[in-house]
């Protein structure tokens, strides 16, 4: 059974930086893709970044593309998003989880999430 821990959420001004981490624990993340979701209040949870299981692919969500980078190391078994030039929007709680199938954007795809950590963008 694989555990997420998400970490290194905060409160940041505009235009600054975050670096997420999710270190896995149970089992090892080589071999599944993951993703880093977010959730904003009052709105679904939505795709930000995945990486597949070699790191050679990459994904993002519009919005985030040129900003953030998703990175993973499977020896220390943690996936990082970097986040850079930080809005207002970006504001959510962020998460992190095992991708299970092959539509690597599709939330529905995704069978195990950390407990998400919070980031905070002020104006």
């Known amino acids: 059974q694989m555990q997420l821990v998400e970490s290194g959420g905060g409160l940041v001004h505009v235009g600054g930086s975050l670096r997420l981490s999710c270190l896995a624990s149970?089992?090892?993340?080589?071999?599944?893709?993951m993703g880093w979701f977010r959730q904003a209040p009052g709105k679904e949870r939505e795709f930000v970044a995945a990486?597949?299981?070699?790191?050679?692919?990459?994904y993002y969500e519009d919005s985030v593309r040129g900003r953030f980078t998703i990175s993973r190391d499977n020896a220390k078994n943690t996936v990082a998003l970097q986040m850079n030039s930080l809005k207002p929007e970006d504001t959510a709680v962020y998460y992190c989880a095992r991708g299970a199938g092959v539509r690597i954007k599709n939330i529905q795809e995704y069978d195990v999430w950390g407990q998400g950590t919070q980031v905070t963008v002020s104006s």
């Open positions: 990486i597949t299981w070699s790191g050679g692919t990459t």
């Open positions: 149970g089992r090892r993340i080589s071999g599944w893709a």
